[in-house]
């Protein structure tokens, strides 16, 4: 999985790569920051996806005085779509 996350004139560009089968993880976030569910996340004045079968494009517009902080979209879609490992323990992995 790729994610990458660029400050964009006005706004945020999104791009996911390698994500089959987690479009509405993605998407119930991005319906939680348009709605101002999440706190602590300037609510986008627009948004645009572009989704493909394992991949898709995101932009994010913020109003001029409260831009969007690419650091912290980031952030939140890291913590969504990487698991952490449960444990780096050989023993506790799964004989073949």
């Known amino acids: 999985m790729r994610l990458a996350v ?12 390698g994500i089959a089968g987690r ?18 996340f300037t609510r986008p004045t627009e948004l645009a996806v572009r989704s493909g079968s394992d991949a898709m494009k ?23 779509l990487v698991r952490p490992v449960a444990s780096t323990s050989l023993a506790d992995a799964p004989s073949p």
Request: glycine residues 12%.
């Open 23 to 40: 479009h509405y993880q993605v998407l119930k976030v991005l319906a939680e920051l348009r709605d101002g569910v999440l706190d602590g």
């Open 6 to 17: 660029h400050d964009e004139a006005g706004g945020v560009l999104i791009e996911l790569d």
């Open 58 to 80: 995101i932009r994010l517009r913020g109003n001029e005085c409260e831009p969007i902080a690419a650091d912290a979209i980031y952030g939140l879609l890291r913590r969504l």
